[in-house]
């Protein structure tokens, strides 16, 4: 099968990508990516020269440029995790996130209804269901109330995704996921920032009180839900995905410093993020029962595993800190 991934050089995207080329070396993997801020061409160093992987440097809202890459490899299935994807960006300046989220979900959606498709699977967010109270979880009934300009973008994309598979028959699934963390992560989010923070000895913002809850997924569970979805999720449905993980974020911190051996002193409670989200936990039990996936990383454990990580490739983060890495891929993508 031909398989095109959006959005491949970025955090969940290079693990898919990798994910992919492993567990089916017999698929052609095509990664489109536009390479923003967040796309890092050196997180799939390690995959580059591999017979059965693509990369194509494009914008998912340029129609006349993904139209091309799809007549040229034919796709069984679509993975659409092309995002802006940081909530505080979004709060900056929302028109990227409704480019790229809107605009450009649409165009995929369209070229899906000329060339036809074995399984469009659109990566979607938990944040679409707004905020929980102190009880309760999301399941695909909670009613969607985002309340970012970054989930309300994917929200109206979700919208957009499942209207293609009732208007059109496109073989659409959603995903809607919770709070990854792992290796290749931008170090804007929480855990990374936390990480290479730490080891500068720079502070530690936590927003507000830190008691904001997430819960959090190892990306490789997530990227394990994408896959199974891909093959097996049913038509029109939605599928949480969630690592039955909750945490404070204030905890989520302090862990952080205890793996490093860092003292909590480096901790500053800063202002809260507009808008801030109080607690998203996900209901997982459909996928779980529907199509046999689970979570399978403690997230404990996970997380240690991931500052080790962080630690051992310091130099990663630091290229992305310095802006070196973007030099980087420039030369890579002039020289091919
Ligand atoms: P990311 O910001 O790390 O990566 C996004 C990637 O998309 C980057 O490589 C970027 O260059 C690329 N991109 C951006 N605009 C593009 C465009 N117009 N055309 C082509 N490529 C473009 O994001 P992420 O955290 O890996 O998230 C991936 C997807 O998963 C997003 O759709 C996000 O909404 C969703 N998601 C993320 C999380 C999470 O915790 N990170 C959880 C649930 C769902
Ligand atoms: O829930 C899934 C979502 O998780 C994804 O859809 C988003 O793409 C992804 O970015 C993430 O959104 P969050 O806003 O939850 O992630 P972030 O890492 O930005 O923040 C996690 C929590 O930590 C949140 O409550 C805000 C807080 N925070 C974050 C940063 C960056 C801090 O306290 N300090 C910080 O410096």
Known sequence: ?????????????????RWMLQKHPDNLIVNVDKLTYA??????EDCEQLPNYRFVRGDIADGGLIKSVFQEYRFDVVINCAAESHVDRSIVGSSEFARTNIVGTNVLLELAKEFSLK????????????????????TENTPIHPNSPYSASKAAADFLALSYHHTFGIPVVVTRCSNNYGPFQFPEKLIPLMIANAMQDKKLPVYGDGLNVRDWI???????AIDTVAQRGKE???????????RANIDVVKLVLRYLG???????????RLGHDRRYAIDSSKIQRDLGWKPRRVFEHGLEETVKWYVSNSGWWKRIISGEYQEYY???YEER
């Not at 190892?218 to 394990?224: I, S, T």
């Not at 029109?236 to 909750?246: D, R």
């Not at 860092?262 to 809260?272: A, C, G, Y």
């Open 236 to 246: 029109g449905e939605l599928y949480n995905v969630g690592g039955n993980s909750e």
């Open 262 to 272: 860092k003292p909590e002193s480096l901790i500053s409670f800063v202002r809260d």
């Open 330 to 332: 420039k030369k890579m």
């Open 119 to 138: 399984k469009f699977v659109q990566v979607s967010t938990d944040e679409v269901y707004g905020s929980l109270g102190a009880t309760g979880k999301f």
């Open 218 to 224: 190892h990306v490789e569970d997530h990227c394990e």
């Open 1 to 17: 099968m031909n398989i095109l991934i959006t959005g491949g050089a970025g955090f969940i995207g290079s693990n898919l990508v």
């Open 39 to 44: 796309g890092n061409l050196e997180n799939l």
